[in-house]
């Protein structure tokens, strides 16, 4: 799995502080009675880039989703931005708001155009006024580079605009923290590695990223940390290098095996 | 064999070409629909000629027919015992068709009524006339209710202020929170409606008398009636089954219980049944001396009718979402109404508009139903003209005539609903 990043990352605004962005204490989460996230504890400080990876059914994406609260725990604390995840509606809204989410299946809303979609929750949720959520949002369309797509509708662009399209509609709720969940999954090889740029020169800007994804050249090239997760709970955790070079538990052993052997 | 050469390189890429002629049009047409094979010959053949003879046999009956004469009798003697319609009883009756009992030197009302409600319809139906008159389409109720029963333009007046009344209570009480806020509103609406709109109604009419003769339930029939009883049941079903549907799929226990028992209930029980509960079963539960107008009750009903039917088309509409819509929709911090209104309503309903349309088209022809329980809808009308010795035995033009008017209406709905899924298509699938 060799991920030609023919672009120099640009290493000098990625800076990791210390204030805490996520704090997730003692997390559990069930379905029913299946028992989905077992114990988790992570503290994602700004700036950080986090990449997830394990098998599927491993409780990745549900565990990012409780971030935004599209799942719900059942036990442990998740505290985003400052503010604790209970069934508080206020709250859940602040948080959705502060943090942005980009799906596999890019989720955009078919009957708005690209530009209609960008501006629909900045004008709804934020409260700005039309002239200048149309501009924020030109303004994201040619950062992910198709502002000339603005006025079509999401089925008629490829996969991989319609991802980067998505990922400029969170980005105009100027999110503090972005959320992948495996955002070029259901994407054609070709189309793999636009999606790929743009989420690199996001990082570069020094978004707090946390990433579900099977790129591992992307895990290189851009997490400072990787969370291996298995059975519904973190496995390993570990810097890019040490965990891609030297894996301690056999199972994360077993994993990169299996991934990044054809 | 030698090693076969498995190379290949193309040079130059292909331009597009144009398609081969036969592959268009009415050879395509002839070739591949109608004569592909001797049996769909045959069958093609078979339907011209069935198509011949219908038209020979129905032309002389349409062609012969009689447009002036005053009775059936009459039309008999100027046929001399050919073939033909009497369309003169059209003539003579068409009035009563269209209006029913209703004072002629008014017919200028129902009229006036109906070409408004045109105006009313075209800022909702077609998005190229200005939004702004909306505002019509808001008073156009009033309106309608003040020009067909006549009365003071106070009442509906007074009616309307309510709205401003809730409105007013709604935005001094939205700090005490939404909830609260909303029961508010609708206690403040509810108390101006029955306490003040009455004595306020009475003191405005003497300040400024601006009265029409009324016109009594009584008195209307035929097409008005019908277009009365449709019209405001497409228009209030449509809402109504939007809030039922999201009912039915809410979380909230209570909410989802009376959606459910709602609808089953409803949908269990035939149309007529609730016509007659209307007419007749009402008054012993409603307290003696109270008047309450058959046609408001026969409203009412029908809506509610509708509304059970189009919360179920809309929900198949809502479950054909993928979720992804409402998780995006949260994600970006749109709350549930929001969520609703701008992403989910607008994908749901577009999907339902077949189902929808469907709806509307049923309720307009069940308003024929109302003959049974004595009110002067078109088919009601034509049994009374037939009772007429004039026109006694006259059966075919009558009905010809009604259907006629059902399916102008009818096909129009049906022709709108396909050009508004057309304008709606934004998928390029």
């Known amino acids: 799995m060799e991920l030609n990043l023919e672009t120099e990352i640009d290493r000098s605004r990625m800076r990791v502080s210390e204030e805490v962005a996520i704090r997730i204490e003692d997390m559990n989460k069930w379905y029913g009675t299946y028992h989905v996230l077992r114990d988790i504890n992570l503290t994602v400080r700004r700036g950080e880039r986090i990449v997830i990876a394990g098998p599927s059914g491993s409780g990745k994406s549900t565990m990012i989703r409780c971030i935004n609260r599209l799942e719900e725990h059942q036990a442990g604390k998740i505290v985003v931005d400052g503010i604790e995840l209970s069934s508080d509606l206020k709250n859940i809204d602040k948080v959705r708001s502060e943090v942005g989410m980009v799906f596999q299946h890019f989720n955009l809303f078919p009957h708005l155009t690209i530009l209609e979609n960008c501006t629909l929750a900045p004008i709804w949720v934020r409260e700005i006024p039309r002239r200048e959520a149309i501009e924020t949002a030109m303004h994201f369309l040619e950062k992910v580079k198709i502002p000339e797509q603005a006025n079509k509708y999401p089925g008629q662009l490829s996969g991989g605009q319609q991802q980067r399209v998505a990922i400029a509609r969170s980005l105009c709720m100027k999110p503090r923290i972005m959320l992948f969940d495996e955002p070029t999954s259901a994407l054609d090889p070709e189309m793999i590695k636009e999606v790929l740029d743009t989420m690199i020169e996001l990082a570069e800007e020094g978004m707090t990223m946390l990433c579900v994804t099977h790129e591992m050249g992307f895990a290189q090239a851009v997490a400072n940390r990787v969370i291996f997760m298995d059975q519904g709970q973190i496995v390993e955790e570990n810097n890019p290098h ?3 070079n030297n894996p301690q538990s056999e199972r994360t052993r077993l994993f990169l095996s299996q991934i990044l052997r054809h | 064999m030698s090693d076969r050469n498995l190379t290949f390189v193309r040079r130059e890429m292909l331009p597009a070409r144009e398609p081969p002629t036969n592959h268009f049009g009415i050879v395509k047409l002839l070739r591949e629909k109608l004569f592909n094979n001797w049996l769909s010959a045959l069958l093609t053949v078979a339907s011209l000629i069935a198509l011949v003879w219908i038209a020979r046999s129905l032309s002389p009956w349409l062609f012969n027919s009689v447009w002036s004469a005053n009775s059936l009798s009459e039309c008999r003697q100027i046929l001399g015992g050919a073939e033909g319609a009497c369309l003169a009883v059209i003539r003579d ?29 075209a800022p909702i139906l077609f998005p190229p006339v200005p939004r702004r008159l909306l505002w019509f389409s808001a008073v156009f109720p009033g309106l309608a209710y003040w020009l067909i029963w006549g009365g003071t333009l106070w009442l509906p007046v007074s009616a309307y202020a309510g709205f401003t009344v809730g409105g007013i209570v709604l935005r001094l009480t939205t700090r005490l929170g939404s909830g609260v806020a909303v029961g508010l509103a609708f206690a403040g609406a509810l108390a101006w409606w029955f306490l003040a709109s009455g004595p306020v109604t009475t003191v405005l009419e003497q300040l400024l008398p601006l009265s029409l003769p009324a ?28 809030v039922l549907a999201l009912g039915r799929r809410s979380t909230m226990p209570l909410v989802k219980t009376v959606s459910v028992v709602f609808i089953e209930f409803i949908r269990g029980v035939p149309l007529i049944t609730l016509l007659f509960t209307a007419s007749l079963l009402l008054n012993y539960f409603l307290p003696p001396g109270t008047n309450f107008d058959l046609i408001l009750r026969v409203i009412i009903m029908v809506t509610l009718f509708a509304t059970a039917y189009m919360a179920e088309v809309i929900r198949g509409g809502l479950a054909a979402l993928p979720r992804g819509q409402y998780e995006a929709a949260e994600a970006l911090g749109l709350d549930y109404w929001k969520a609703q209104r701008l992403v989910i309503m607008p994908q749901a309903l577009k999907i339902s508009i077949p189902g929808i349309v469907n709806s509307f088209i049923g309720l307009f022809k069940d308003t024929t139903l109302v003959v049974f329980i004595g009110l002067l809808d078109p088919i009601a009308l034509s049994n009374s003209i037939r009772a007429t010795t004039d026109w006694q035995g006259i059966y075919w033009e009558l009905f010809i005539f009604i259907g006629g008017l059902f399916f102008i209406f009818c096909f129009s709905m049906s022709r709108y609903s396909m050009h508004l899924e057309r304008r709606l298509k934004t998928d390029h699938r």
């Open chain 1, 242 to 244: 040490d965990f891609f």
């Open chain 2, 93 to 121: 009756r068409w009035t009563q068709l269209l209006f029913g009992f209703y004072p002629p030197a008014q017919y200028w009302r129902p009229v006036l009524a109906f070409v408004l409600m045109l105006v009313a319809m």
């Open chain 2, 215 to 242: 016109v009594t339930s009584r008195e209307m029939g035929g097409f008005l009636l019908s277009i009365v009883i449709g019209v405001t049941g497409i228009s209030l079903s449509l809402p109504l089954g939007i």
